[in-house]
């Protein structure tokens, strides 16, 4: 952007739902003869929105792709609410500012001064302690999107950072014979080697067979899943899982899975990790893209008492830590051939 002409107060720039910018701007106060307002992002003029001595506006941040493939997915990305979108490279920072053109003439550039003095405007967790939800939730596939002041407090960033690779639950359902958990794993394509995995998955009792699949936690490939002990006793089940495509899969735990699980005997905690063909990590598995501060307390799952194949009666437990994870508890309280 050339040399601003000056320097304007945003009295709201914020990411909500991980994904849409809003931006509200107090305009100068000479601008009688003002015949339109634009938001200035790299090398893009975004139209706004003039009332009285403002100007607003609302965006769709497109994250991991340079600002030409950002257009041509214009219409994917804001179809249904007619809302133009910005583009953001991994890594970069677009600075934003706005443009005015008055009485007719040529447009003049001005730089942005954020909310609060230069504290970034949406901080990882921003909000959580003034209610159950965050102000800025991840996007929904793995980014978090912020805006900060840059410099010496008249220029705003627009940036996108990767999360790290996880699984994300879509659902979790506890039936009269099985626990099914249905998610999708989340996480770039090209993953650094240390997380490659060159060779098949091993197979695993109780595992279906997979296949060579794409390196990296990427969509498309198979999945091996698992139940990994809490504590020192440790122990791990594997557990059936089909691929749904798209980086979609369903884990269950039925009544050989809970034969394993008894095995253990007593009351056990279970966290559910998933790795995809081609990745050498297991991931973890949760609800870790929401808006909700503490999942554990909101996201309530119900408790179910289900026979193994060796007639164990196994109570299944499953719940989220505050932190998002799926952990999964077991207990043998009795055997199906018992009488009282």
């Not at 320097?7 to 849409?20: F, I, P, S």
């Amino acid at each position: 952007m050339r040399a601003a002409a000056g320097c304007l107060d945003a009295e709201h720039l914020t990411v909500l739902d991980g994904r849409t910018l809003n931006v509200c701007v107090r305009l100068p106060e000479d601008g009688a003869g003002r015949s339109g307002a634009w938001l200035r992002a790299g090398g893009r003029a975004l139209p706004l929105e003039v009332a009285g001595e403002r100007a607003f506006g609302t965006y769709v941040v497109e994250p991991g792709v340079p600002e030409g493939a950002g257009m041509r997915r214009r219409r994917a990305a804001g179809a249904g609410h007619g809302l133009d979108v910005i583009a953001v490279r991994e890594g970069e920072a677009r600075e934003l500012g706005v443009e005015l053109a008055v009485g007719g003439r040529r447009r003049r550039g001005y730089g942005l001064r954020a909310p609060g003095d230069g504290v970034p405007v949406a901080s990882p967790g921003a909000g959580s302690a003034a209610g159950p939800t965050l102000l800025d939730p991840p996007h929904p596939d793995g980014w978090r999107i912020t805006v900060a002041a840059s410099g010496d407090g008249c220029a705003v960033v627009l940036r996108a950072v990767r999360l790290p690779p996880h699984a994300e639950v879509e659902r979790v359902e506890v039936g009269w014979t099985e626990l099914a958990v249905h998610g999708r794993v989340v996480g770039p394509a090209d993953t650094p080697p240390a997380w490659r995995w060159p060779v098949r998955l091993p197979r695993s009792r109780g595992a279906e067979d997979a296949r060579r699949g794409p390196a990296g936690p990427a969509p498309g490939g198979e999945f091996a899943c698992e139940l990994v002990g809490r504590g020192e006793a440790g122990g791990v089940c594997a557990l059936p899982v089909a691929d749904r495509g798209g980086g979609r899969f369903v884990a269950r735990a039925g009544g050989a899975e809970l034969t394993r699980v008894a095995g253990w005997g007593g009351e056990r905690a279970w966290d559910v990790r998933v790795r995809a063909a081609g990745c050498a990590v297991a991931l973890p598995v949760g609800r870790l893209l929401g808006d909700v501060v503490d999942p554990g307390r909101v996201h309530r799952l119900p408790n179910r008492l289900l026979i193994a194949d060796s007639g164990d009666v196994v109570r299944v437990a499953p719940r989220y830590t505050a932190a998002g994870r799926l952990v999964v508890v077991t207990e043998v309280v009795g055997h199906a051939g018992e009488t009282r």
